[in-house]
């Protein structure tokens, strides 16, 4: 069975009988500033893609990756994480999974036959032998955050258990290069595997790139388990690009910081929530009634992530623009309230 997400709009506009040039789209975590697209030589197009020394080189520097390796999007690489992961222990059949996050992990293990294990604000204390351990951070859609100390002591916890660790990083740009756990992947750890995405904080998700850091071990199989040209030409021409680019990042995240405390700010002024956490890439409030105020946002062709809870709507960052046309809808649904 498909997994809803955000970004669906043709199959919500159908469903509202409005037409999709006429929506106001949150529903994604993506930035809405995007990356400024360069003129790319001809010969990007022409010739087979490449993934370069110097691409690497620019990834591992942005990263702070000792190995790291591109892929088309980070949802690739979930997906063959449980063949990887089987071939390498035979006998593993046990994975640990936020209970709240994307579901998409949780879809690729069960479908693998692993028997999964749920927590939430407090990382699993102790893990079965030759299992896995996935870990999103920070949170999508709670905003939740782990410490790099908890972090390490989970991923000794696993090396003790001959176990995998994964940490999904895909909102992660936003914050200090510190956040992240990528560099505190040593040479003799090799049981971790940080995924980076590269469309959501570059605001260019069609590109579909990302990366896995890892150790060298981890590196090689992901390398030659990667099928030939899997990321086009174009998009790791583009990448080296932003990923060199300390300036744009920089105003980046404070144009993003910016906008999410007014819509912040926004939302808490408007509607009914119970509670409210958010950083630069999306905010997520709670209600009493969320999929009621989903489908009077819908009405009024304002289109936002209602989680798989039922409990809370994520919105996407809205540029200046967005924000007038979200405020007017806002006001608007106070004015009836449900």
Request: proline content about 6%.
């Amino acid at each position: 069975m498909a997994i809803l997400h955000g970004g669906q709009l043709s199959r919500v506009a159908k469903q509202y009988q409005i037409p999709e040039k006429e929506w106001l789209d949150l529903s994604t975590g993506i930035a809405p500033f995007s990356y400024p697209i360069p003129d790319i030589p001809l010969s990007v197009w022409q010739d087979l893609p490449t993934i370069s020394a110097s691409l690497i080189d620019v990834a591992k520097n942005y990263y702070q990756a000792k190995y790291c390796w591109p892929l088309s999007g980070s949802q690739s690489l979930i997906e063959k994480l449980p063949q990887l992961w089987s071939e390498k222990q035979p006998l593993a059949s046990h994975v640990y999974l936020p209970k709240v996050g994307y579901k998409e992990h949780q879809q690729a293990w069960k479908t693998a036959g692993y028997q999964l294990h749920f927590y939430q604000q407090t990382l699993p204390a102790n893990i079965e032998q030759n299992s896995v351990v996935v870990v999103i951070n920070p949170n999508n859609p709670l905003t939740d955050i782990f410490t790099i100390k908890q972090l390490s002591a989970l991923q000794k916890q696993c090396h003790a258990q001959n176990s995998l660790l994964i940490i999904d990083e895909a909102f992660t740009d936003v914050f200090a290069p510190e956040y992240s756990f990528v560099a505190h992947i040593k040479a003799e750890t090799t049981n971790v595997i940080v995924l980076r995405s590269f469309g959501k904080f570059f605001g260019l998700a069609g590109l579909r790139i990302g990366f896995a850091c890892c150790s060298a071990e981890w590196f090689e199989l992901i390398k030659h388990s990667t099928s030939p040209w899997a990321v086009n030409g174009p998009a790791l021409y583009i990448t080296e690009l932003a990923l060199n680019d300390k300036k744009w990042q920089t105003a980046q995240k404070q144009r993003l910081q910016k906008q999410s405390q007014k819509q912040q700010q926004l939302i808490n002024s408007t509607l009914p929530i119970l509670s409210i956490k958010s950083n630069a890439l999306f905010i997520t409030a709670f209600f009493n009634n969320a999929p009621a105020i989903y489908q009077q946002l819908c009405q009024h062709a304002v289109y936002v992530r209602l989680t798989d809870e039922n409990d809370a709507l994520r919105f996407g960052i809205a540029d200046e623009v967005q924000l007038k046309r979200l405020a007017i809808v806002l006001m608007q649904c106070a004015k009836k309230p449900l």
